[in-house]
């Protein structure tokens, strides 16, 4: 579970956004969340990224690494004496980068509802997510460590 966070933001690529209010205006952000354990991550988000949608994750342990890359049109990657890489762009849209997630968390809710099946991820998982979400808010905001249990049921 994550004990705190701390988290920087600003508005450094969409200017029609500084007029929102909080973390809303903040089109680039860095976070650091610390868990149980000893555990640290570290996510960087920007709400731009020129050459498509751009969505990876990367674990980093003592006894190896895993990563999570994006999801592309096609297999085909281009090489040339300039560049070596995917031809195509990220998939752009959530519903096709989505798609096979979509239709599984479909499946697993009509389990549930038809067999009585646990669901893999309940309304206490969405609590635990906005509480994280507000406690990096309030993080960048202030320009300190917040502990999670700051933010309240």
């Known amino acids: ?3 705190r966070v701390f988290a920087t933001g ?3 690529v969409d200017p029609n956004i500084r007029h929102l209010e909080g973390a809303e205006a903040f ?3 860095n976070i650091l969340v610390d868990f149980e ?3 640290v991550a ?3 988000v920007c709400r731009k990224a020129v050459y498509g949608y751009d969505q990876r994750a990367e674990l980093l342990g003592t006894e190896g ?3 999570s ?3 592309f049109p096609t297999t085909v990657r281009k090489a040339t004496a300039d560049w070596f890489g995917h031809a195509d762009k990220p998939h752009d849209f959530f519903m096709n980068r989505y798609a096979v997630a979509y239709e599984t968390e479909t499946a697993a809710f009509a389990r549930a509802i038809t067999d009585g099946a646990q669901v893999p991820v309940d309304g206490w998982d969405g609590v635990r997510s906005l509480r994280l979400a507000l406690a990096a808010e309030k993080s ?3 320009g300190r460590w917040v502990d999670i249990d700051e933010i309240t049921h």
């Open 37 to 39: 354990g000893g555990v």
């Open 1 to 3: 579970e994550p004990l």
């Open 69 to 71: 890359e994006n999801l």
């Open 42 to 44: 570290s996510i960087d």
């Open 27 to 29: 089109d680039t952000a």
């Open 140 to 142: 960048a905001l202030e």
């Open 10 to 12: 600003g508005c450094h």
């Open 65 to 67: 690494m895993m990563q």
